[in-house]
């Protein structure tokens, strides 16, 4: 348990200097994903959009097709960044997810849909 939890913090640190980095490594990356945080955090406040435990948005609730694409071009550029980190950690796109997932949990606004370890969904605290 200690040993997850040691890999845990360190994988933490690790995105906290390997985030920037990937969005450098892709022109435009981090402007995409600026300019679509104002209409994402709409979504996950009205519970349209959740975070789920593996670093990504997930639709939970009656979306417009155009929430649908905007979900779904978050979490390719998501994915893009989670890459970038694991071939630079020497790490898998899952476990980079996860570990950031985790971030994304603690910063979310209280009511935004959660995902945690086990598959169950709830609001935020």
């Not at 476990?95 to 609001?123: C, E, F, H, M, Y």
């Amino acid at each position: 348990m200690k040993t997850q939890l040691v890999r845990a913090l360190s994988m933490m640190v690790l995105l906290g200097f390997a985030v920037p980095a990937a969005l450098a490594q892709e022109p435009g990356l981090k402007q995409r994903l600026e300019q679509r945080l104002p209409a994402l955090d709409d979504l996950r406040l009205r519970q349209i959009a959740g975070e789920n435990n593996r670093g990504f948005l997930e639709v939970r609730g009656k979306a417009t097709p155009e929430e649908v694409q905007l979900v779904e071009e978050e979490n390719r550029d998501r994915s893009s960044v989670y890459e970038a980190i694991a071939a630079r950690s020497e790490t898998t796109k899952d476990t980079v997810g996860r570990a950031r997932a985790k971030q994304i949990a603690a910063a979310s606004a209280r009511g935004v849909l959660l995902q945690d370890a086990n598959g169950a969904w709830a609001p935020k605290p």
